[in-house]
């Protein structure tokens, strides 16, 4: 499983949908990722930059992401999003201990 940060802006036309309606956005974005086997473990709005955050945890093949970005884009409700892949530090440190065993084998390109 890997836990992703995804990141959006809504759009103008995104926000006048939610005046004209109003309804719970973290329901709707939660049955959708259930349709790709993602789930969703926090959804935050950010008011200063009107961007959505997602933490979201999934092993979701990059098709997957792929289909979810189209459909939420194709609304024109949101834009601009992000998938950022997240690591803890017990990750990070095993990523430490294995650049370290490996790191000789590597010879950054020479100036000649």
Do not use: H, W
Not at 60 to 68: G, S
Not at 77 to 82: L, P
Not at 86 to 101: F, H, I, P, Q, S
């Amino acid at each position: 499983m890997t836990t992703q940060l995804i990141r959006c802006r809504y759009t103008a036309e995104g926000f006048k949908g939610m005046l004209t309606s109003p309804s719970d956005r973290g329901a709707a974005i939660s049955k959708l990722f259930g349709a790709l086997d993602m789930k969703v473990m926090n959804i935050y709005f950010s008011t200063s930059t009107c961007e959505l955050f997602i933490l979201s945890e999934s092993s979701a093949t990059m098709t997957q992401l792929a289909a979810a970005e189209m459909i939420v884009q194709g609304t024109g409700a949101v834009t601009d999003i992000q998938v950022m892949d997240l690591m803890d530090t017990n990750a990070m440190v095993e990523a430490m201990t294995l650049g370290g065993k490996i790191s000789g084998l590597y010879k950054a390109p020479s100036g000649t």
